[in-house]
């Protein structure tokens, strides 16, 4: 059965670096999103994106974040200068045509 | 602020029992209803959509969705230790959209 892939699994960087999160979501699925989940909280939109473009985003999704699909199957998020704060699970997740979102297995990072 | 409102839990129920987890959400002009499995340090897991008020069914599991109560509910029946993990109503607000609003969830301990 078709999945969505994430890497890295766990990423360690320190506060102030750069980041790209990497997703392959399910190969004929059309829309793709990010969410992120902080230790304990609630799983929380971040970012959509349909055609190549931002379909829509959250007041989380700020200026230091931003994504890409660079090639036919790769989907990125990319967190410019991290902070402290963006710890968390970011999971990738993607929709055929319906509404139904399958999520990809995440990826924890950790900003020290 | 559009909220999707659950029981923190645990619910604790002994193997084999049924078990009812309850979620309300504040935007009447919601399209569409999830239920996510989230073990723990994972991702979640798609396990029931409903659209319609009334019942769906698939297999041990039952959503139960009321439109004019803003309610929607999952029955587990026959719950199995391996049931144990935490549940995430999910709620897609706006027609079109697609991004989901998740709640905080319900964590379900099935004792054997």
């Known amino acids: 059965e078709p999945e969505v892939t994430q890497t890295p699994s766990h990423q360690v960087t320190q506060m102030g670096q750069e980041v790209i999160l990497r997703c392959v979501p399910i190969?004929?699925?059309?829309?793709f999103y990010w969410y992120r989940q902080i230790l304990g909280q609630k799983v929380e939109f971040l970012v959509s994106?349909?055609?190549?473009?931002?379909?829509?985003k959250s007041e989380i999704f700020d200026d230091q974040f931003s994504v890409e699909r660079p090639d036919g199957s790769n989907f990125t998020l990319k967190i410019r200068s991290t902070k402290l704060e963006d710890s968390a699970m970011y999971f990738c997740?993607?929709?055929?045509?319906?509404?139904?979102?399958?999520f990809g297995p995440g990826t924890r990072l950790t900003v020290l | 602020q559009k909220e999707v409102e659950q029981n923190s839990g645990p619910l604790s129920v002994p193997e084999g029992a049924i078990a009812s987890l309850n979620c309300t959400y504040s935007?009447?002009?919601?399209?569409?209803f999830f239920w996510y499995r989230q073990y723990s340090g994972k991702s979640p897991e798609l396990i029931m959509s409903?659209?319609?008020?009334g019942d769906k069914e698939d297999g041990r599991f039952t959503a139960q969705l009321n439109k004019a109560s803003q309610y929607v509910s999952l029955l587990i029946r026959d719950s199995q230790p391996s049931d144990s993990a935490t549940y995430l109503c999910?709620?897609?607000?706006?027609?079109?959209?697609?991004?989901?609003?998740f709640g905080s969830g319900t964590r379900l301990q099935v004792q054997p």
């Open positions: 997740a993607s929709l055929a045509g319906g509404v139904e979102q399958f």
């Open positions: 190969s004929n699925h059309l829309y």
């Open positions: 994106f349909y055609n190549n473009e931002i379909s829509e």
């Open positions: 935007d009447r002009g919601s399209q569409s």
């Open positions: 409903i659209y319609s008020n």
């Open positions: 999910a709620v897609n607000m706006d027609t079109g959209r697609r991004a989901l609003t």
